[in-house]
């Protein structure tokens, strides 16, 4: 079956750097991602979608400048976290969707990000 | 006190009884719902789907219930397993073209051996 890869699974950083989490789809073309973030007990906050070749479109209230979703191929998505605080330690999420198969989404496993 | 709010909904169940998770979906418009299992530290995990045409579709140990009336999804465990243990989120499409999920708020379900 599908299946995605989600990198690092976990990663402590200090504030003020940046962190670059990646996410591959490892046996199927994603022609679109997604990237989610989740807060302890809540759900999955869709926080941009990006297709390949294109620019990420953000949710409302993501900021584009914070969060940068690059799509360069159809195999992978990186999301950098720039000058990170303290309040952007989360669990981030990927998701793919192969096209061809209509609604098909696969998720990563997942990074959890502390920044301290 | 803490507030309700940082709390998921929880289901406690003994083992080898059925479950019910219910789910209150937001747009009438969505035409694709999937129920994903989540374990903790882990990404989602699919479970089942269904589609808006249909109001039910079983699984293995699985069924989805579908009342696009009044907006309402359900999530049925027969002989629920320790190994079921999990958060439980349902996702629904609402259209468009990129296909972007919104999940619902998740059910914590605990399984007593």
């Known amino acids: 079956g599908a299946v995605v890869s989600q990198h690092p699974s976990r990663v402590i950083c200090k504030s003020g750097t940046s962190v670059k989490i990646e996410c591959r789809s490892l046996d199927f073309q994603a022609t679109t991602m997604f990237w989610y973030r989740q807060f302890p007990k809540k759900s999955l906050m869709l926080m941009a979608t990006?297709?390949?070749?294109?620019?990420?479109?953000?949710e409302q209230g993501v900021e584009k400048d914070k969060f940068l979703i690059n799509h360069a191929s159809l195999t992978l998505s990186t999301l950098t976290v720039t000058s990170a605080h303290p309040e952007d330690s989360s669990f981030y999420i990927c998701?793919?969707?192969?096209?061809?198969?209509?609604?098909?989404?696969?998720f990563g496993s997942g990074t959890r990000l502390t920044v301290v | 006190g803490e507030s309700v709010g940082l709390h998921l909904p929880t289901l406690s169940v003994q083992e080898g009884d059925n479950s019910i998770i219910n789910c209150a979906y937001s747009n009438s418009a969505s035409d694709y719902f999937i129920w994903y299992k989540q374990e903790s530290g882990k990404g989602p995990q699919f479970i089942i789907d269904?589609?808006?045409?249909?109001d039910k579709r079983q699984g293995q140990r699985v069924t989805v219930l579908l009342n696009k009336t009044v907006k309402h999804l359900s999530l049925q465990i027969a002989a629920t397993q320790p190994g079921d243990s999990a958060v439980y989120f349902c996702?629904?499409?609402?259209?468009?073209?990129?296909?972007?999920?919104?999940f619902g708020k998740g059910t914590l379900l605990t399984v007593n051996p």
């Open positions: 269904i589609r808006s045409n249909m």
């Open positions: 998701s793919a969707r192969e096209g061809s198969v209509g609604y098909g989404y696969t």
């Open positions: 990006s297709n390949e070749g294109s620019k990420a479109t953000y």
């Open positions: 996702a629904e499409n609402s259209g468009g073209s990129n296909y972007k999920l919104t």
